[in-house]
C-alpha cells in the first residue's frame, strides 16, 4: 500500500548530556521515511534549500524513498537547535528557523495523488491542510505535532484534525492541546476534535493508544544506552505506519502490532545522533527486537 508523508527535511543542532551535534541530517519527514523505509515504499513531501547537501538526498534515494516530491528552492534549509537535560524524555527548543518553509506552496506530483495512507508529519498545520486538499481518496490519514504549531497555529490545527483518523502526539502536547491535565480525559477531548484513534508517545514510559473504547499500553524499550532522542516520535510514526501500510490492515490487533514496530524503530533510533543508528538497519535486527518486546511483556494468565 502506497505510503506519503509530508513534513520537514533539514538541519538539527542537538545538546544532549553526551554529547553535541551540530548542523545534522533531521527533519521530521527525514526520520519518518527512513524507519518506514524497512516496511514499505514511501512517498515524500518536503523543501531544502540551496546549502542542503547532495549527500543527504542520495541517503534518502538510496533508502528507496521517492523523493521526486522533495523541492529545491533559493534560501536556506529548515534548521532546529534543541537540548535534552539528564531525564531526557522532552525536548527543550533553542531555536527555530523554517526559511524555505515559510514560503513553500507543496505540489503532490500527479502519481502521488491516490496514496493510501498520509502521513502529515509535525510541520505548519497550513501545508498539512495544503497536502490533504490534493490527495484523491486517502484511506488512511494520520498525523503529528507539537508544541510550536499547537501555540502558534492552533486554529489551523483543528481543522487538519477534523480530517485525520490517527493523531500520534506527545502527552505533554496532548494536554496542551486539549486544554486538560488527564490524560484520559485529554484522550476523550481530542477524538472529538477528529482523530477517532490517538497514539500517546511517552518517551521511555512507551506508548498509550486510545482506539474507540479499547486502550493499548506499550513499554519502551529498556536500553542500556540512549544517547539522543531527536527524532523518536518520528521513527516511531515511521514503523507504526510503515507496517500498517505493508500488512493493508488496520484492524485493532494490527494496530497493536504497529506499536510494537514504531518502539522498535524508536529505540533504535535513539541509540546514536541524526540517523546514524537507522539508516542501516538489517530487518533481521528489526525482528529480533519485536521478539524481544513479546518477551518483555508476556506474562501467564491466573
Ligand atoms: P521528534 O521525533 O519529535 O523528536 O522530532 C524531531 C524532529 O522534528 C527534528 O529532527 C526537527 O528537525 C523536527 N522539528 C522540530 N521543530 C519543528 C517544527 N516546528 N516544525 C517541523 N519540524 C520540526
Known amino acids: 500500500m502506497s505510503l506519503l508523508v509530508v513534513g520537514s527535511v533539514g538541519f538539527d543542532t542537538v545538546e544532549t548530556p553526551f554529547g553535541t551535534a551540530e548542523e545534522v541530517l533531521g527533519g521530521s519527514a527525514t526520520y519518518f521515511s527512513t524507519a518506514a523505509s524497512y516496511f514499505t515504499e514511501v512517498r515524500l513531501i518536503a523543501v531544502v534549500g540551496e546549502d542542503f547537501p547532495e549527500d543527504h538526498v542520495n541517503l534518502l534515494s538510496s533508502r528507496n524513498i521517492d523523493i521526486r516530491g522533495l523541492a529545491r528552492a533559493k534560501g536556506k534549509t529548515f534548521r532546529w537547535k534543541g537540548r535534552y537535560g539528564y531525564e531526557l524524555n522532552e525536548a527543550h527548543t533553542l531555536e527555530t528557523q523554517l526559511n524555505v518553509f515559510e514560503s513553500f506552496d507543496p505540489i503532490v506530483p500527479e502519481d502521488y495523488r491516490d496514496s493510501k495512507i498520509v502521513f502529515l508529519a509535525n510541520i505548519d498545520p497550513e501545508l498539512q491542510i495544503k497536502v490533504l486538499r490534493q490527495m484523491k481518496n486517502p484511506e ?84 542500556e544506552t540512549v544517547f539522543d532522542p531527536t527524532g523518536a516520535g518520528d521513527s516511531f510514526a515511521g514503523g507504526f505506519l510503515g507496517y500498517l501500510s505493508n500488512t493493508n490492515n ?32 538489517e530487518y533481521r535486527e528489526i525482528e529480533e527486537r519485536f521478539t524481544e518486546f513479546k518477551r518483555l511483556t508476556f506474562f501467564e494468565d491466573l
Request: net charge neutral; hydrophobic share 45%; charged share 20%.
Open 250 to 281: 488496520f484492524s485493532e490487533s494490527s494496530m497493536r502490532q504497529a506499536i510494537i514496530f514504531g518502539s522498535v524503530m524508536a529505540s533504535y533510533n535513539v541509540e546514536d545522533f541524526s540517523l546514524n543508528r537507522i539508516r542501516g538497519l
Open 140 to 223: 488512511l490519514i494520520a498525523c503529528d505535532t507539537m508544541n510550536y504549531w499547537i501555540e502558534g497555529k492552533y486554529d489551523a490545527l483543528k481543522m487538519v484534525l477534523k480530517e485525520v483518523n490517527i493523531l500520534l502526539i506527545n502527552d505533554g502536547e496532548a494536554r496542551e492541546l486539549a486544554r486538560e491535565p488527564n490524560l484520559v480525559k485529554a484522550a476523550q477531548k481530542i477524538s472529538s476534535f477528529g482523530p477517532k484513534t490517538l497514539i500517546i508517545k511517552r518517551g521511555e514510559y512507551g506508548a498509550l493508544m486510545f482506539n474507540g473504547n479499547s486502550m493499548f499500553l506499550a513499554p519502551a524499550y529498556p536500553l
